[in-house]
């Protein structure tokens, strides 16, 4: 199975900072990946498919980038509503398995 | 509107086995597929497998094969998510979820399983 490495695991940022978390995958997968937002107690929502095609209704403060085994999700200005956790997800081979999460903490 | 509605919270026993349902609204069963994926108590995703209604067609994680069925009932619009011989490590939120073929856009509301003796 294709494993997806997310780096950092957290992060600390201050409100209007320009953030980027980074997936990096164990082989290649051409564009087939997918960013995900959650916070506490609720399901994830999708952001970015496609490594970088925004989701509807999502800011586009929000982007992503990428393809192959590396890709970036930018936040370009922290709005206090974005501290969650993120996830990375593949679309290439059966199984489609997450990265294991970067939660972003207000600095 | 899509929405996706799962039953209730559940306690079980250890070695027993649970069910949980996922009513989905729209033309979700016509033209998508049903995703499983569940989250341990403090931990990240992960992905259990899918079912696409219109073909009846399952795939399973590797992990979860042999003590996973996902079933659908396109009369009700319900899909079923059964796993058998639970230990303390199923503990989590069980999530369906609607996908595409390149990302999943809706979730439920989540289920939480309990294993516990």
């Known amino acids: 199975a294709i494993q997806l490495t997310q780096s950092p695991s957290s992060l600390s940022a201050s409100l209007g900072a320009r953030v980027t978390i980074t997936c990096r995958a164990s082989?290649?997968?051409?564009?087939?990946l997918a960013w995900y937002q959650q916070k506490p107690g609720s399901p994830p929502k999708l952001l970015i498919y496609?490594?970088?095609k925004l989701e509807a209704g999502v800011p586009s403060r929000f982007s992503g980038s990428g393809s192959g085994t590396d890709f970036t999700l930018t936040i370009s200005s922290l709005q206090p509503e974005d501290f969650a956790t993120y996830y990375c997800?593949?679309?290439?081979?059966?199984?489609?398995?997450f990265g294991q999460g970067t939660k972003l903490e207000i600095k | 509107q899509v929405q996706l509605v799962q039953s209730g919270a559940e306690v079980k026993k250890p070695g027993s086995s649970v069910r949980v349902s996922c009513e989905a609204s729209?033309?979700?069963?016509?033209?998508?597929?049903i995703t499983w994926v569940r989250q341990a108590p403090g931990q990240g995703l992960e992905y259990m497998g899918r079912?696409?209604?219109?073909?009846?067609?399952?795939n399973y994680a590797p992990k979860f094969q042999g003590r996973l069925t996902i079933t659908a009932d396109e009369s009700t619009n319900t899909a079923y998510m059964d796993l058998s011989g639970l230990g303390s490590e199923d503990t989590a939120v069980y999530y369906c979820?609607?996908?595409?073929?390149?990302?999943?856009?809706?979730w439920g509301q989540g289920t939480l399983v309990t294993v516990s003796s």
């Open positions: 496609d490594a970088s």
């Open positions: 729209g033309d979700t069963f016509r033209s998508y597929t």
């Open positions: 997800q593949h679309f290439h081979s059966y199984p489609y398995t």
């Open positions: 082989q290649g997968i051409s564009g087939f």
């Open positions: 979820a609607r996908s595409r073929p390149t990302a999943i856009d809706h």
């Open positions: 079912i696409i209604p219109i073909i009846d067609a399952t």
